[in-house]
T-cell receptor, first 113, second 116 residues
Framework: GQNIDQPTEMTATEGAIVQINCTYQ??????LFWYQQHAGEAPTFLSY????GLEEKGRFSSFLSRSKGYSYLLLKELQMKDSASYLC??????????????FGKGTHLIIQP | DTGVSQDPRHKITKRGQNVTFRCDPI?????LYWYRQTLGQGPEFLTY????????KSRLLSDRFSAERPKGSFSTLEIQRTEQGDSAMYLC??????????????FGEGSRLTVL
């Protein structure tokens, strides 16, 4: 089975940097995704890691260590619109369909002025 | 093609009634997924289609739930004899084969079900 843990809620200040951690235990591993979800809206894709290391995309970066079962999402130059839930999801061998994902519960990020 | 679309966006029903949700995936995608999401939780996998074949179903999908994708395009999710515990957002997602891209899932806006 799959087990994915991430903090329930985090608070950060506009213009600052925040790191959202995710740890996972899976039966097989075929990639880790981060999605952003604003209240009442669909999740939208942010990043994908399948090899160890850092992937950078604008203000967002994601890191993966497969040996540690660990990932983080780094958000820089925070803006008020970044207030959302951030979902860590793992593609493994069970529980999500052949290429479906198993999601964590999400981290609710609150940006303060 | 503007993305994955779901209908209806909101449904309020009385306990014991049947409801049906429809999902139209991105046209080139051959894989289609149904997820359920409750407040404060991440999406939970329900079932998955490759073309018209339903290849996997979660234990969450009781016998009151049935999903179809008759022509390998749109899909329907039916819930019979609804219960209050069925109240949730039902999300549909679609994707390419993993071999073409990273297998990213594209989600629809969801169908929110409230069972009174």
């Amino acid at each position: 089975g799959q087990n994915i843990d991430q903090p329930t809620e985090m608070t950060a200040t506009e213009g600052a940097i925040v790191q959202i951690n995710c740890t996972y235990q899976t039966s097989g591993f075929n990639g880790l995704f981060w999605y952003q979800q604003h209240a009442g809206e669909a999740p939208t894709f942010l990043s994908y890691n399948v090899l160890d290391g850092l992937e950078e995309k604008g203000r967002f970066s994601s890191f993966l260590s497969r040996s540690k079962g660990y990932s983080y999402l780094l958000l820089k130059e925070l803006q008020m619109k970044d207030s959302a839930s951030y979902l860590c999801a793992v593609r493994g061998h069970s529980g999500g369909g052949a290429d479906g994902l198993t999601f964590g519960k999400g981290t609710h990020l609150i940006i303060q002025p | 093609d503007t993305g994955v679309s779901q209908d209806p966006r909101h449904k309020i029903t009385k306990r014991g009634q049947n409801v049906t949700f429809r999902c139209d995936p991105i046209s080139e995608h051959n894989r289609l997924y149904w997820y359920r999401q409750t407040l404060g939780q991440g999406p939970e996998f329900l079932t998955y289609f490759q073309n018209e074949a339903q290849l996997e179903k979660s234990r969450l999908l009781s016998d009151r739930f049935s999903a179809e994708r008759p022509k390998g395009s749109f899909s329907t999710l039916e819930i019979q004899r609804t219960e209050q515990g069925d109240s949730a957002m039902y999300l549909c997602a679609s994707s390419y084969d993993r071999e073409r891209l990273n297998g990213e899932l594209f989600f629809g806006e969801g169908s929110r079900l409230t069972v009174l």
